[in-house]
């Protein structure tokens, strides 16, 4: 590191993404406390063991490919240009800098809050699938999702070089479609294959309500998965950095910091926004659900889903605004498509994901329309028509189709879903009756020595 | 004679870079660590099979599931 300034900028960045990570993990504990709290007595542990151990495997995906993909993928490849190997090779899991090195403090901190991202992806499609789905399948799908799906997204629409910036003037600051909407058409795609639970839909196609045997604990995985939010936001910056760093068209010598397109904002303007645009989908998850509990917080959650893509700039009266109108539409697909198609979404993430991250990315196209999308020259402004786009391939093309392809060869091996009787029966049966019988067990014992 | 290429501190750090053990082996690595990742799907599925196989030859009978369902 040559000289103070540069020194303290380095360590500075490097210990502001790692305070990102304990942050992020949050909406993990907060995902596994919803998701077990929707589930069924029998259920529990099985349910929380599927939504866990997708962290190692992803983790370990992420390692061996998943981060390659993103620094190798920007120009599609073959459409803004072929494989960028030379950016890939420096991110490969042989490279120097991946293990511990002098040389360089911050490949592993990004490494990891992009990881962290990783991990939510596949988590929001954990809790669609609950009480059906073969945990190994769903293993299989949580590494298709999280070390390869959503990186390939990120590398194409939320990188400075990615070519949908470059063509479609794609702006997604806060991952609206990046990771929501992508997370939430994957989902839709093992769903259509996967079918409903038993008992879900009466013989006429009426949906039954399961109803989440703990909803306090649901409403408290929420919250924390606010809570983790906070650290995905700041994740989602680049904290400090100079013009010159930057090497694009602006002028001067004020540091800022910015995106990850490297356009300008500041952390002030994303804190605001981040709270006005949750509680705009509070607001409206609270009225359009009649104060249901479950669908308030999901509504304050799809409030800032549906405004990430444009939070770095909207005026806070637009986060809420917008925060909101997601939140609505959100809610009345979730049930339009469950009664329509009979989709089974046992927590509503596709809605509260898929659909609110598509509506944020269209939405953002209008009201941002005309802002540069990159600080360099020769990229599409940021537009209707590329936000629409855009919304498409994140939420069909690379969720959808990746989703539904893969749960369909995992159908065809027998792999995808439980056998019914186990369902019935309960996932955790085996180990509850070993439980029972255990307690019987000692209790019969310390009744012998009264 | 080291592991990690470093037998002492007197050194300006900005010409050290990795510092880990028995560099120039990260493929081996690699393909150890894909190995135990591939491994770990085929074990887990196999195993996940077997016991859901139990369940229903043990299990599966109406009247078990019928109880298991007065339980829920």
Redesign the interface.
Known sequence: ?EGNLNALTTVFTEFYYWATIPLMFFIHIGFCMYEVGAS???NHMHTLMKNTMLIP?VT??F??FGWWLYWAMPNGPWITGGLDLAMGEANT?????M?????DRITGVFWAAFLLFSWTAASIVSGSVIERI???AF??LAVVIGSVAWIIDAAWGWHYGGWMVQLLGYHDAYASGVIHAIAGGFALGILVVLGPRLGKFAADGTPREINPHNPWMVCIGLFLIYAGFWGFYVACNVPIIDPGGIGGQITGDTWTATTIYLTPTTLGAITVNFLMSLSGGLLAGYLVSRGNAFWTYSGGLAGIITASAGNDLYHPIHAMIIGGFGTFCAYKLHFWVERKFKIDDAVGAVAVHGYAGFVGLVVCGFVLWGHPSSPYEGYAEINPLGQFVGAIIMFFVLGFLPGWVVAKILAAAG?LR??K??E???LD??TN?DEQAAAADVRATEKAAV | MSTTGIESWAVD??D?????PF?GM??L??II??VL?LG??VL??RA?KA??D???SR??DEA??NE??EG?
């Open positions: 590191m069924r007595r029998r495997l370990i995906t390692f061996f899991p042989w490279s120097e800098t293990g511990p090195n002098t040389g073969n945990s190994g293993w299989i792999m439980i056998p009787q186990v019935l029966l309960g049966f085996a009756r | 750090l900005k050290v870079g990795a510092i880990y560099q990260e493929g690595f690699l660590g894909v990742w770990w799907h887990q599925v996940e016991d859901y139990g369940v229903v299990h599966g078990s599931i298991a369902l829920d």
